[in-house]
């Protein structure tokens, strides 16, 4: 979850029509525009250098040359900023870089820049993290160097570990699992149970993908909603999500799996094993993900892979759907994108998940395992929904919607009726 700049320059002539009225408008445009492109050009340069040099003291932990870059008269600002960089003492960086996307104030002794943060965990990210930042910096002197003043998220963009509080780092054998505020231990065993998913989504999904997992642990619910930019509402009862980019706009960040520890917490050893399961299918399905699957897809096949090498029974696994089933409340469709809204009513979240689970098991059962993964990546091959999901069951398992929903109707009955 990087912004551009673009030239906003307008221009307008007034007076007489002659070409020699026009010529000099166009040259008086021309000189008035010049110097102040290029100090926007000049200060974003030297911007970026005041930005290389905090970069290249976050990746040695050098913390004199870290505050050497920022404004000496900020007192509060740096004692936050020595204690930030003290919270990354432990996590594995690869690479940390700034981008500076747009300078305002450019021929003041004052800027705001848009920046974007990169940065990449060291054997587990493939592609940088990135984080929308704005940075305030002032310049102390005629000639002297930019000093950062103030760095803060840009609006909507969630915020970072590090921010929360000094990072424990915990590594396995397929993952790496970073927590802040939460016992040592508890953080080993989230990392056993993420090395157990990694293997267990790789037998279900064959297709080339990391084979590893990040997971963040931060210390509350209100935290957890921190690091995705979200109401904490949408999250009490949530174990964890997967954060990551859908759409096919071919820039794939990393994936983070998100744990709220306090939900998670409640769980026992089956709970546990199934929720990171299901969110390290994520993490692997994801370059095959677009804005054209349906969520009862993605969100069936992930737990299709949780539950694969489980025992417990559809009634077990489905009860809400199955008392409803009972009930004679069969659903007359398959679950919509709505229906797994985290704020909504938990009952139908419940039986959307329930529902999208039976209806992968309907077409590993019908077709087979080969084709529903290849339903799912013909499905997440569009760029956009309309059409896709009819287009793939066509090519791929050679139905339409109307059968497979007849055929999943009757599929609720015989497993949970």
């Given at each position: ?31 008035c ?32 040359a870290?505050?050497?870059a920022?404004?000496?008269r ?12 003290r919270?990354?003492a ?34 587990y ?19 002297g ?24 780092v ?16 508890e ?21 080339p993908w990391?084979?590893r ?10 935290d957890?909603?921190?690091?995705l ?45 199934v ?6 299918t ?6 095959h993900t ?7 897809l ?77 339903f ?42």
């Amino acid at each position: 979850m990087a912004a551009g700049t673009r030239d906003t320059r307008r221009g307008r002539t007034r007076g007489r029509s002659t070409a020699g009225a026009v010529l000099a408008g166009l040259l008086f445009a021309s000189a008035c525009a010049a110097p102040r492109d290029t100090a926007d050009r000049v200060t974003a340069e030297e911007i970026g250098v005041t930005l290389d040099r905090r970069a290249t003291a976050v990746m040695a932990h050098d913390t004199k040359a870290y505050l050497a870059a920022l404004d000496p008269r900020a007192e509060s600002f740096r004692a936050a900023q020595r204690t930030e960089l003290r919270n990354l003492a432990d996590v594995p960086l690869e690479s940390w870089a700034y981008k500076v996307n747009g300078v305002s104030g450019a021929g003041t002794g004052r800027v705001s820049a848009d920046v974007e943060l990169r940065y990449r965990f060291k054997g587990y990210d493939n592609a940088p993290m990135s984080s929308s930042r704005t940075v305030e910096l002032v310049r102390r002197g005629a000639d002297g160097p930019w000093y950062i003043a103030a760095d803060r998220a840009a609006e909507d963009t969630p915020g970072l570990l590090w921010q929360q509080g000094d990072v424990e780092v915990v590594r396995g054998t397929h993952s790496l699992v970073l927590g802040v505020g939460r016992p040592a231990e508890e953080l080993r065993r989230v990392a056993d149970t993420a090395d157990r998913a990694v293997p267990a989504v790789s037998g279900a999904w064959p297709e080339p993908w990391a084979r590893r997992v990040v997971v963040l642990v931060p210390e509350s619910v209100d935290d957890m909603a921190g690091l995705l930019g979200s109401p904490v509402e949408s999250y009490r009862g949530i174990a964890a999500v997967t954060t990551g980019e859908v759409g096919g706009s071919g820039r794939r960040p990393a994936d983070r799996v998100i744990v709220n520890p306090q939900a998670y917490g409640m769980l026992g050893e089956f709970g546990r094993r199934v929720v990171l399961t299901h969110e390290t299918t994520h993490v692997a399905t994801r370059s095959h993900t677009s804005a054209a699957t349906p969520v009862w897809l993605s969100e069936g096949f992930a737990d299709l892979t949780a539950y694969r090498q489980e025992s417990r029974t559809a009634q077990e696994l489905a009860p809400d759907l199955a008392e409803a089933v009972r009930g004679g409340d069969l659903p007359a469709r398959l679950p919509v994108d709505e229906d797994f809204g985290f704020g909504g009513d938990a009952e139908t979240l419940a039986k959307a998940y329930e529902g999208g689970w039976l209806a992968c098991e309907l077409i590993v059962r019908d077709w087979g395992e080969e084709e529903l993964i290849a339903f799912y990546k013909a499905v997440g091959a569009r760029s956009g929904r309309d059409g896709a999901v009819e287009h793939a069951m066509q090519n791929v398992l050679g139905t339409t919607p109307q059968d497979f929903t007849a055929r999943w109707r009757d599929y609720l009955r015989d497993r949970l009726g």
